[in-house]
């Protein structure tokens, strides 16, 4: 039955990619530069082309910023007499097919802008209506990339607007990146990943730490769970480089922007980048988080006042960690991040002393304590079932990479503390000091107990039902009848969830179904195992 449940959830998994967008783009999500934030309307090929100029002159553009996207204000007022958008003349002589050939052969990618209501939000031809047209004609000037508004349009109908759109771009078979920017009014989380690439979740973002603020906590805490490859939650473009933001807020900005696989647009003007900024923008190992193959978007995982820990797991069995102090004022704050919340958990052998009275020693068998075991070994043996067993744990030991300063700061037991100024971050990669066991679900270290619940893998709890009497005859040492077949199933089972050189399976709650079929998981075991008091699967 259980491994038909599984089965049942790679196919909801493989139905979720059919009916998305299907233009095969924002696998990791995009980098480039956007006009709005710093030039507003005050537009030209000038800009355009010195953006273009500056993005490879000052390496960005080998870093990963690719996108040259133009923002609102490049039209004309009002649509030509058959009907099409027109380019200002005045603005863009050249003419927009020969812009977009300019930036293609610099090696750059071409967005522009648009609207899903009858105007955009500074009054000129919106798409409403016009989506197929305007569809067409994006992709004849060779657009790569489309923002699309949501101004002077009824809330009512939002999804069906941003389905038109989705609907054109597909129909003229070019690949465009299509970003919603419905400023999260109608928890776009929540649909808009059959709609776009990726999806505002807050108001504009301005070039101040209270809105910066804002547009993180609103727009990325506790959203990790809806974003993934091909789909992604945007709390707004960078101010990195903008006015009024210090060089800790601006490490802090763009760290969580990277963390939480946000898209990562420039608004600054590329011109007036000073040292400090570039270096941030540029600073390959963070930009490598938010670019990692995974694809596995980063939530705040612990907060006590102005201290947060936010976190990710990353490819190879690793996790990005930002202890960040948003405090604006007094001392340097100490914080702290343990392995366990991470998912790593100490490695424990059970220990037999029953063949020598008085021993400490005896044989020993590798358990994990996390998950299922933990709670059975408190809840229900107690302190011990048998006073000649004991357990012994070794600390969990990883190594700790700073992703700013690109240095290692060493291997640390349990967990690891460092002090944080005012408004700033510490950007860290946390590895396993030894390669990842071979053995999965239930293997020392424990890769799958619990990074964060809804990062859970759903064959954990499929084996938690199908397995748990063998876990427990593992656990015990029984052997007889009833454990007899445990063997070929507690094995067999393990191996499937982490191999040497791949990753942890995350995020089985991508889709509605998955969760209803996880709560039928959770209220099997719970129900109708004879040891239920001593089970607790937290709520993914």
């Keep these: 039955m259980y491994g038909s449940v599984l089965v049942v959830v790679a196919a909801l998994g493989l139905c979720a990619a059919v009916n998305a967008l299907e233009n095969g783009l924002g696998r990791t999500p995009p980098l480039g530069f956007n006009t709005w934030n710093y030039f507003g309307c005050s537009i030209d090929e000038s800009v355009v082309r010195t953006a273009a100029d500056k993005l490879i002159a000052l390496g960005l553009a080998d870093a990963g910023y690719r996108y040259l996207n133009i923002d609102d204000c490049w039209h004309m007022r009002s649509r030509s007499a058959d009907g099409q958008l027109q380019a200002d003349p005045y603005k863009f002589p050249s003419g927009m097919v020969a812009l977009g050939e300019e930036i293609h052969a610099r090696g750059l990618k071409f967005g522009i802008y648009s609207d899903a209501g009858l105007f955009t939000c500074q009054g000129y031809p919106g798409s409403r209506f016009h989506e197929e047209d305007d569809a067409a004609l994006f992709a004849s000037w060779g657009v790569d990339y489309l923002k699309y508004d949501n101004c002077f349009a009824a809330s009512l109908d939002v999804k069906q607007r941003y389905l038109a759109m989705r609907d054109a771009l597909n129909k003229t078979g070019r690949p465009i990146y299509f970003s919603m920017c419905e400023w999260g009014v109608n928890e776009p989380w929540t649909w808009a990943s059959t709609s776009g690439n990726s999806w505002r979740t807050d108001a504009d973002i301005a070039a101040n730490w209270d809105s910066i603020l804002r547009s993180l906590d609103n727009g990325a805490a506790g959203l990790a769970k809806y974003a993934g490859p091909g789909g992604w939650n945007d709390p707004d473009m960078l101010e990195v480089g903008n006015a009024l933001l210090t060089r800790a807020q601006q490490r802090s900005h763009f760290a969580l922007w990277a963390l939480v696989k946000a898209p990562m647009l420039i608004g600054a003007n590329l011109d007036r980048l000073d040292n400090i900024s570039l270096s941030i923008l540029l600073a390959k190992e963070v930009i490598a988080i938010n670019q990692d193959g995974l694809g596995v978007a980063g939530d705040i995982i612990w907060k006590e006042g102005p201290a947060e820990v936010w ?230």
């Design 311 to 540: 976190a990710a797991p990353l490819e190879r069995d690793t996790r990005a960690v930002i202890l960040f102090n948003r405090h604006h004022a007094g001392n340097p704050v100490d914080i702290s991040v343990t392995w366990e919340q991470l998912g790593y958990k100490p490695t424990c052998e059970t220990v037999d002393d029953s063949n020598i009275e008085g021993s400490n020693s005896g044989a020993a068998t590798s358990v994990s304590t996390g998950g299922l075991i933990r709670s059975f070994k408190h809840e229900w043996l107690g302190a011990s079932p048998n006073p000649k067993h004991r357990s012994q744990c070794k600390p969990f030991k990883a190594l700790v990479r700073d992703l700013y300063a690109e240095e290692n700061l060493g291997v640390f037991e349990g967990g690891y503390t460092a002090s944080i100024q005012n408004y700033d971050v510490a950007v860290l990669k946390v590895s396993p000091a030894i390669e990842p066991s071979t053995h999965g679900c239930n293997a020392a270290g424990n890769r799958c107990g619990g990074f964060r619940q809804w990062y859970r893998n759903s064959h954990c709890l499929a084996l938690a039902a199908k397995g748990l009497q063998c876990r427990i005859c593992h656990l015990l040492g029984i052997s007889g009848s009833c454990c007899e077949p445990c063997a070929a199933v507690y094995a067999g089972n393990q191996a499937s969830v982490v191999q040497p050189g791949a990753e942890t399976t995350w995020r089985p709650w991508h889709d509605s179904s998955s969760a209803a079929l996880q709560e039928s998981l959770r209220s099997h075991v719970n129900n109708n195992n004879p040891y239920h008091t001593a089970i607790a699967i937290p709520a993914i």
